[in-house]
């Protein structure tokens, strides 16, 4: 029942930007933590980035702080991914997931509700 509509991937050079957006419908809680998660080609899935819709509390993998940015807009149950400075190791399908919290966003290996996902590819 949960749907996402997720955009914002594509093909930058290194030191680029992206923004990714995710808008989530059909869940059941009144506060949520939404966020992203990444797997690249022959690497483990990697939690990157939760924002709480409660109090806008974040948290950040270490491999993408200080480089990307995560708010949200709570009246459109959204969440939008400012990615700057990007590296050829950020290269993955990206993928959305909202859960009770942050922490099962961050921490859990079992996430219920993720989105289909979007490509970031960069490269020069």
């Known amino acids: 029942q949960v749907q996402f509509v997720e955009s914002g991937g594509g093909s930058v050079r290194p030191g680029g930007s992206l923004r990714l957006s995710c808008a989530v419908s059909?869940?059941?809680?009144?506060?949520?933590?939404i966020g992203w998660f990444r797997q690249a080609p022959g690497k483990e899935r990697e939690a990157i980035t939760c924002?709480?819709?409660?109090?806008?509390?974040?948290d950040y993998a270490d491999s993408v702080k200080g480089r990307f940015t995560i708010s949200r807009d709570n009246a459109k149950n959204t969440a939008y991914l400012q990615m700057n400075s990007l590296k050829p190791e950020d290269t993955a399908v990206y993928y959305c997931?909202?859960?009770?919290?942050?922490?099962?966003?961050?921490?859990?290996?079992?996430?219920?509700?993720w989105s289909q996902g979007t490509l970031v590819t960069v490269s020069s």
């Open positions: 997931a909202i859960e009770q919290n942050c922490e099962v966003v961050m921490y859990s290996e079992y996430l219920e509700f």
């Open positions: 924002i709480s819709s409660s109090d806008g509390s974040t």
């Open positions: 059909g869940f059941t809680w009144d506060y949520y933590g």
